[in-house]
């Protein structure tokens, strides 16, 4: 049969089938115009269901057919309701003809029936969950049964958050950005609300490690890290800071996987801009802070030729980013808050930053008292005329002001 269904796509890509991990179930939560599960290649296109283009294969619980490389499905079992559960596992101990391996499916712990497909190597296909609509909403449990865990799908956005209210009303302001599935990796979504985060208030990351502040009232969206970077490298030696932001420009910033700067075009053809307010290109100098290795001030501009390693202060060609949150929610970084159905929000990018190509300065927005008690003040900055990869977007915190 035919299906005009709008797809909604969640692939697993931390998962790929192999030896180890080789089926994974789906519980319909709640069902209005169905799912799809099944498996399709690491570089499948999230805007179609599995199954109707080529490398892929799934079942649909709303007309219980089996797609494979066609948007026509074959009769294959039962449908599925609210509270069933189905699942799909590849057999890699016997092969069904050259190089190819049996897809299974089951319903409710029974298998159902299978199908043949052509499997270049072990690992070429991944879990994959597709939902009709925005409020279907399953469960998956993925992986051996020595290690299975359950994650949430709704929406088409794999989740380990849970059902936090606070959370779900910075996932409805999230979901009004109305950002590209295919930028998202929900699987490192998280709450730090007061009830879902109760550990330390810092922690370290990077070669050498470097501290950051956990950031405490806010809810984190995993942001997609372009798979041609090496990405293990990134998350295991690159240091952990933020970015502050705006609704304007988070679209673009994602698409471009990169932060703007001033002189920079949107994709919607906005020209970023200098704030009101903020320092001025060579008005000031960037002087070296003695006994402390990358740290730096910024004063009154030094004379012509001064040898004690100033520099002049250029603002509009550095990116600003800071291990607190705390200052990256500043007014000046990430505006007084956008009004969504009555409540204010505010945006900050958590992004990885390699070590060694950015300075530490201390605040520039012209406050006395402390900002964070985690950091001095004279800490609280780090600038780089460095972009993408130096400076890698991993998360969108979203926080209720």
């Not at 030896?19 to 570089?43: D, H, M, S």
């Not at 590849?90 to 409710?108: A, L, M, P």
């Not at 932060?259 to 920079?264: F, M, S, Y």
Request: charged share 20%; aromatic share 10%; with cysteine.
């Amino acid at each position: 049969r035919s299906s005009d269904l709008d797809s909604a796509v969640a692939q697993f890509s931390a998962f790929p089938f192999g030896i180890a991990v080789n089926y994974f179930e789906v519980k319909i939560l709640k069902q209005l115009k169905g799912v799809g599960i099944g498996l399709a290649a690491e570089n499948y296109g999230l805007e179609s269901f599995p199954g109707c283009s080529s490398e892929s294969v799934a079942f649909r619980s709303n007309d219980g057919c089996v797609y494979q490389e066609s948007a026509i499905g074959k009769s294959f079992s039962s449908p599925a309701r609210e509270g069933d559960v189905i699942g799909c596992g590849i057999n890699y101990s016997s092969q069904v003809g050259v190089g190819k391996r049996e897809i299974y499916f089951t319903h409710n712990g029974k298998k159902t029936g299978a199908v043949t497909v052509a499997v270049l190597h072990i690992g070429a296909f991944f879990a994959t969950v597709a939902l009709a609509s925005p409020g279907d909403r399953v469960q998956v449990l993925i992986g051996p049964e020595s290690k299975q865990h359950w994650k949430y799908i709704e929406g088409g956005r794999e989740s380990t958050l849970g059902n936090c209210s606070y959370e779900t009303q910075c996932r409805n302001y999230f979901r009004a950005l109305n950002l590209p599935l295919r930028l998202l990796c929900p699987k490192f979504d998280k709450c730090y609300c007061s009830t879902c985060y109760q550990e330390g208030d810092f922690y370290q990351r990077g070669v050498p490690p470097k501290r950051y502040g956990m950031p405490r009232g806010w809810v984190r969206f995993g942001i997609k890290v372009d798979s041609g970077l090496e990405v293990d490298t990134i998350f295991e030696t690159y240091h952990v800071a933020f970015h502050g932001t705006t609704p304007l420009l988070v679209k673009s910033i994602l698409e471009s996987r990169q932060l703007l700067l001033p002189g920079d075009t949107t994709t919607n053809g906005v020209k970023i801009s200098v704030r009101k307010g903020h320092i001025q290109d060579g008005m000031l100098s960037v002087v070296p802070t003695p006994d402390k290795p990358d740290h730096y001030r910024v004063g009154n501009k030094h004379r012509e030729g001064c040898t004690c390693g100033c520099e002049v202060f250029m603002p509009s060609t550095m990116f600003f980013t800071s291990p607190s949150i705390k200052y990256s929610e500043n007014p000046a970084y990430a505006g007084k808050g956008f009004v969504h159905e009555g409540r204010s929000y505010k945006l900050v990018f958590q992004v990885r930053q390699k070590p060694g190509t950015y300075k530490i300065l201390a605040e520039t927005i012209g406050q006395k008292d402390k900002i964070d008690p985690l950091f001095e003040n004279s800490e609280m900055e780090w600038c780089t005329p460095q972009r993408y990869p130096s400076i890698v977007i991993t998360g969108l915190m979203i926080k209720i002001v």
